[in-house]
């Protein structure tokens, strides 16, 4: 069984330019979640995908977007980057909608200079 | 955003000791979870609670879901090296579907 992978593992971008970072979630789950967690803190909760579909967001502005696949991976992408964008960006995958066993990737660490 | 809290904040342990921590909210929850985060890791999920008052055990872990479901507890027993690491409780709210609200962190430290 494979588990949640990311990439790019570290990413280094300037203010105001656009990132995209991929998941794959673990075989046989169909949700993806999407977090930020910054230095110190406990991951925060970005949005959810399921089956293709946006399924909850928390408080983030549209400039962070996503995207999944039909095979389940799924896509960040944050335009317009903000200092404060730097974090651990975190992909977690689930069997489904209610199952709230969520299982994480390492992350990727971007940082904005 | 929200965040539960937890405590203690840090803690340092000795290889042997038994170790307990809690998490706090406001608001009641339907689901409780722990992870253990490693330097440079994504969380790793130890245990999931379903129920108010329900004890569950994995290994040398067992964690509670407070009967008021607004809180949660984690206890080692008998720590070792490798429990070092960050404690992170989470929670579910139906409200909210399958968001996860995280707490703040315990952060385990073997003691000098």
């Known amino acids: 069984e494979t588990g949640v992978t990311q990439s790019p593992t570290h990413l280094i971008k300037t203010r105001g330019q656009q990132v995209t970072l991929r998941c794959s979630s673990q075989?046989?789950?169909?949700?993806v979640s999407w977090y930020q967690q910054a230095l110190g803190q406990g991951p925060q909760f970005i949005f959810q995908?399921?089956?293709?579909?946006?399924?909850g967001r928390g408080n983030f502005p549209p400039r962070f977007s996503g995207l999944q696949f039909p095979n389940y991976s799924s896509e960040l992408n944050v335009n317009a980057l903000e200092l404060d964008d730097s974090a651990l960006y975190l992909c977690?995958?689930?069997?489904?909608?209610?199952?709230?066993?969520?299982?994480f990737g390492p992350g990727t660490r971007l940082t904005v200079t | 955003g929200q965040q539960l809290n937890q405590s203690p904040q840090s803690m340092f342990i000795q290889e042997g000791e038994d170790v307990s921590m809690n998490c706090t909210s406001s608001s009641i929850f339907n689901t409780w979870l722990w992870y253990k985060q490693d330097p440079g890791e994504g969380p790793v999920l130890l245990i999931a609670l379903y129920k108010a008052g329900e004890l569950t055990s994995n290994g040398r872990l067992t964690a509670q879901f407070g009967i008021t479901r607004k809180d949660s507890f984690l206890n080692i027993s008998a720590s070792i090296p490798s429990d070092v690491g960050i404690y992170f409780c989470?929670?579910?709210?139906?409200?909210?579907?399958?968001?996860?609200?995280f707490g703040t962190g315990t952060r385990l430290a073997v003691r000098p």
């Open positions: 989470a929670g579910q709210v139906k409200s909210s579907g399958d968001k996860l609200t």
């Open positions: 995908y399921y089956r293709e579909e946006e399924n």
């Open positions: 977690a995958s689930s069997l489904g909608l209610g199952v709230y066993e969520q299982y």
């Open positions: 075989s046989g789950h169909n949700t």
